[in-house]
């Protein structure tokens, strides 16, 4: 399945069973939004999950022309450094 958007609960989604994986985000002005959390069921961590959902959220965030403030430990922390093609859109 596709992840998805829903702007009116501020998260993208990968549907998955039993439950999605989820970006949740914020905005917190100025074209700035937080990356505050990302979940991946239990079942589904160590594969493509995390990957899928974050690529799509940082795909999205890059079209919208938003700056991203990664405030989950996971993406600042493991997920962003190890990918430097998006250092353009961290909030400096």
């Known amino acids: ?3 998805y958007h829903e702007p009116e609960r501020q ?3 990968l549907p998955l069973e ?3 994986a989820i970006v949740d985000y914020c905005p917190v002005g100025g074209g700035v939004v937080s990356f505050d ?3 991946v069921p239990p079942a589904h961590r160590g594969t493509a999950a995390s990957r899928t959902i974050l690529a799509f959220a940082f795909d999205h965030a890059r079209e919208a ?3 991203i403030r ?3 430990p996971y993406i600042a922390d493991r997920y962003v450094p190890r990918h430097p ?3 353009d859109l961290i909030e400096k």
């Open 18 to 20: 039993p439950e999605p």
């Open 11 to 13: 998260r993208f989604v």
């Open 85 to 87: 093609e998006l250092q």
């Open 1 to 3: 399945m596709d992840p």
């Open 70 to 72: 990664p405030t989950c």
């Open 37 to 39: 959390r990302v979940y």
């Open 65 to 67: 022309g938003w700056k």
